[in-house]
């Protein structure tokens, strides 16, 4: 079935480092890509997302780039905050039915030292 | 712009209860997507509603049913609560046509005793 693998954390960087956080996946067909991110004690963000191949997604200087040579969707930032501090999770958007489902990495923690 | 909203935030049941969550679609949005999230991991999809029907369901038993309303909030009810049914329980809102992009309340967080 169609599943994302994510990069294990947790994930340790010292403010302005470059982040990258590697995520692959198994689909049939052409999946919709999206990475979101969680804070403590909250629910799912939508931080970026694309739609096919060699589309790149970018929002608050994160991005990423579908490649579907490699089924791959590596988030990464020049240079990371505290505030980035969160767990990021790659997802997948596959039909269910009618409906569309999305399917979940496990999730990385990234944290972020000053 | 008002966002998903889900209550309560926190409840405690004892296995073999039933509960019931709660969740109002972003403004706009008409279709409801319910998504369980056990402790260090991801979500997992439970079932998606739109025009008060379930077009499609993950894989839980039928234990775990939904309903959605006129106004497109919507309910989770688990009946005969188990141990594992602990976990975060996220609503998410889309728009039919474009519900593959879906935007997530806050979650209630469900402890089984």
């Known amino acids: 079935g169609d599943s994302v693998t994510q990069m294990e954390g947790p994930v340790t960087l010292s403010e302005e480092a470059f982040l990258t956080i590697n995520c692959t996946y198994t689909?049939?067909?052409?999946?919709?890509l999206f990475w979101y991110v969680q804070y403590p004690g909250e629910g799912l963000q939508l931080l970026l997302k694309?739609?096919?191949?060699?589309d790149k997604g970018s929002n608050k200087g994160f991005e990423a780039t579908y490649r579907k040579e490699t089924t791959s969707f590596h988030l990464e930032k020049g240079s990371v905050q505290v505030s980035d501090s969160a767990v990021y999770f790659c997802?997948?958007?596959?039909?269910?039915?009618?409906?569309?489902?999305?399917?979940f990495g496990s999730g990385t923690q990234l944290t972020v030292l000053p | 712009e008002t966002g998903v909203t889900q209550s309560p935030t926190h409840l405690i049941k004892t296995r073999g209860q039933q509960v019931t969550l709660r969740c109002s679609s972003q403004?706009?949005?008409?279709?409801v997507s319910w998504y369980q999230q056990a402790l260090g991991q991801g979500p997992q999809f439970i079932f998606q509603?739109?025009?008060?029907?379930?077009?499609g369901r993950g894989n839980f038993p039928p234990r775990f049913s939904g309903l959605q309303f006129p106004n497109y909030s919507s309910e989770l009810n688990v009946n005969a609560l188990e141990l594992d049914d602990s976990a975060l329980y996220l609503c998410?809102?889309?728009?039919?046509?474009?519900?593959?992009?879906?935007?997530f309340g806050p979650g209630t967080r469900l402890l089984v005793l």
């Open positions: 998410a809102s889309s728009v039919q046509g474009a519900q593959e992009t879906q935007y």
């Open positions: 689909a049939t067909g052409y999946p919709s």
């Open positions: 694309a739609t096919k191949a060699d």
């Open positions: 997802a997948l958007s596959i039909s269910s039915g009618s409906a569309r489902q999305l399917t």
């Open positions: 403004s706009g949005h008409n279709t």
């Open positions: 509603y739109y025009r008060e029907e379930e077009n």
